[in-house]
């Protein structure tokens, strides 16, 4: 599209990202691709706790009722206004068809009246993005190729990363996403949605080793990932060990209280539940990393990047930490694991340098890849 101004400046380039693919509205200003100027999140979690996971309809109109007011506050935090800016990014998929095109209409009107170039982002290039310019921006940059484990509510994928961002899509979950997997979980066992910071937060309080889960075996692609064959196996023990009253203790907890304590779900579990959810972690995290170590042992890599919602998993860290991966491992800053726009502003702006720009015809595209 034609510039009116001269919005390219390459040095003190102000991107607004915006990002609405899943159940968080958010909005960021990122300059030169490192600095975080404002990062907000709206998000929809009491809307859709009380469902046990994400409604699009819900997500949708809560996307609408809450975007003009995130992109505002994005911009006054940022302390500039629209003349300040050089690009405006959106996500325009992986994700909900109807919540996608809530942020991408908006940021399309928002170009077309400002005149500023669009950029359209990937989600999981942004959850990537997360990582490589943070490590930028602190001065010790991720070394390629690198091996980047996504893994969000959605998605649960194995990418190498090679200079110049050619990305090769290695491994990737035939069922259930990882964060799909705690959240399910949690919700069999009467926590509210999302579980996965429920459990991260009372894992540490019970034994790993307690229930023995069988780690999934892959038959063809070694580096793929399957989750629901453990979220089974967790019902059958469940039901084994006839735990429906404590189960039915947490859900009245629920309607209770709409957003629970910690505190208040440890007294609703016994130690026996703190021990499964220990267990069943532990089983996750040991999936994620088994097959993270073969995959980076296969291309060499030479940095691992952990990124989605379940990388602020404090197991998962310890756990990465302790494995000692012959390569140094890379986790998002905290508030740049979950959905943020922060990353998406931060992925756009090797587009912006390359001119890489979309037209008004960019379309929300639901299954979108990364690579193939
Ligand atoms: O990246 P994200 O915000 O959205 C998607 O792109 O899906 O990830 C959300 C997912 C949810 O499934 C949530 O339960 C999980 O990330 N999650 C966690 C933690 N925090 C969020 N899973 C495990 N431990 C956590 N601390
Ligand atoms: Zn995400």
Not at 133 to 159: C, D, I, K, M, N
Request: overall charge neutral; charged content about 20%.
């Amino acid at each position: 599209m034609p510039l009116e101004k001269d919005n390219r400046r390459l040095s003190g380039a102000r991107i607004l990202g915006i990002e609405s693919s899943c159940d968080e509205t958010a909005a960021a200003v990122v300059e030169d691709g490192t600095r975080i100027l404002s990062s907000v999140v709206a998000s929809q979690m009491e809307t859709h706790g009380q469902y046990g996971g994400v409604v699009p309809e819900l997500a949708s109109r809560e996307h609408l009722k809450a975007i003009v007011p995130v992109v505002r506050a994005a911009l006054a935090r940022a302390g500039t206004d629209y003349d300040g800016l050089s690009a405006i990014a959106v996500t325009y998929g992986p994700g909900l068809v109807g919540a996608l095109l809530v942020g991408l209409t908006y940021a399309k009107a928002l170009a077309l009246a400002r005149a500023l170039p669009l950029i359209g982002v990937n989600h999981i290039e942004g959850h990537i993005h997360a990582v490589i310019s943070q490590a930028r921006g602190s001065g010790e940059p991720v070394g390629y190729p690198a091996l980047a484990l996504v893994v969000s509510g959605g998605h649960t994928h194995l990418f190498e990363v090679r200079e110049g961002l050619r990305y090769r899509l290695l491994g990737r979950t035939r069922d259930d996403a990882a964060g799909e997997a705690f959240d399910k979980v949690a919700k069999l066992l009467g926590f509210s949605y999302p579980g996965g910071p429920i459990i991260d937060g009372l894992a540490p309080r019970g034994n790993p080793k307690a229930v023995r889960f069988t780690l999934a075996h892959m038959k063809g692609n070694a580096l793929d990932f399957s989750f629901s064959g453990l979220k089974t196996a967790v019902l059958r023990w469940v039901r084994q060990q006839g735990m429906e009253a404590e189960i039915e203790r947490r859900r009245e907890l629920q309607r209770s209280v709409p957003q629970p304590t910690l505190e208040q779900w440890m007294e609703a579990t016994p130690q026996a539940t703190l021990d499964l959810l220990a267990s069943f972690q532990h089983t996750v995290i040991q999936e994620l990393l088994l097959r993270a170590a073969a995959a980076a042992e296969e291309i060499e890599a030479r940095s691992l990047i952990v990124s989605g919602g379940v990388a602020s998993n404090a197991g998962l860290r310890a756990a990465a930490r302790a494995a000692q991966f012959p390569c140094p491992v890379h986790f998002p800053a905290p508030g740049l694991s979950t959905d943020n726009a922060a990353m998406i502003a931060a992925a756009a702006f090797p587009k912006f340098e390359r001119g890489d720009f979309a037209d008004f015809t960019l379309a929300a595209q639901a299954n979108l890849a990364l690579a193939e």
